[in-house]
Structure formats: structure tokens, C-alpha cells
């Protein structure tokens, strides 16, 4: 079994910054592509960023592609979302996601399929 804990959400004005924290447990962390998506009340989830398996490839959202940034440390089994130039419509809920495939990254890691486990989410809000 997996379990993903996000920390880092908060209350930021806009242009502000945060860093959220995804640490993983159960099983071969640096095995697995781990992703951050987001859910905005009455909204769909929808992706933010991804990072593969070997941490050589990284994919983004265009919302928020140069703004965020997404990295891994896999020693500390823990995956980071760091959020500069915040905007209010960046306000949402953000889940943390490990890949259900071991040593696989489509090219993406776009859809919510890809990924076989999620944690329980971390507000962000953003204000104006």
C-alpha cells in the first residue's frame, strides 16, 4: 500500500509563493512518476505537473508552465510543487499522485489514469 501526504498549502496574496511537500511511503518511491493536480471548487481535477521515474523529464500545464516547478527527492521519498507568481484562479485543492506503472513515463503523465495513487489534497488559496 501507498500513502502520499501533501503539506505546504496556505493562504498567499497574489504574486506570492508557495512550496508544497508530497512525502511517499510503501514501496520503491524512485520507481514511480509522481504528479501534482489541482481541483477548484465546482471544477474538474485537472493536471499541474509531473516528473518521471529517473527525474530526467518534467511536464506542466500551460496555466502554469514558468511559474511552477516541480522536483523530487528521492532519498527523502518526497516530491515538491514550488509556486511562484501566484494568481487567485491558482486556488484550489492539490493532490499529490504516484504512478501505477513502475520505471514508466509516457511523455506526459497528463491524465489522472496514469496514476494508481493520490493523497488526501492541500488547500491553496490565493487571494487578490
Do not use: H
Amino acid at each position: 500500500q501507498v500513502q502520499l501526504v501533501e503539506s505546504g498549502g496556505g493562504l498567499v496574496q497574489a504574486g506570492g509563493s508557495l512550496r508544497l511537500s508530497c512525502a511517499a511511503s510503501g514501496r520503491s518511491f524512485s520507481r514511480y512518476t509522481m504528479g501534482w493536480f489541482r481541483q477548484a471548487p465546482g471544477k474538474e481535477r485537472e493536471f499541474v505537473a509531473a516528473i518521471s521515474w529517473g527525474a530526467g523529464s518534467t511536464s506542466y500545464a500551460d496555466s502554469v508552465k514558468g511559474r511552477f516547478t516541480i522536483s523530487r527527492d528521492n532519498v527523502k521519498n518526497t516530491v515538491y510543487l514550488q509556486m511562484n507568481s501566484l494568481k487567485p484562479e491558482d486556488t484550489a485543492v492539490y493532490y499529490c499522485a504516484a504512478g501505477s506503472r513502475p520505471n514508466y513515463y509516457s511523455g506526459t503523465a497528463y491524465y489522472a489514469n496514469e496514476y494508481g495513487y493520490w493523497g488526501q489534497g492541500t488547500q491553496v488559496t490565493v487571494s487578490s
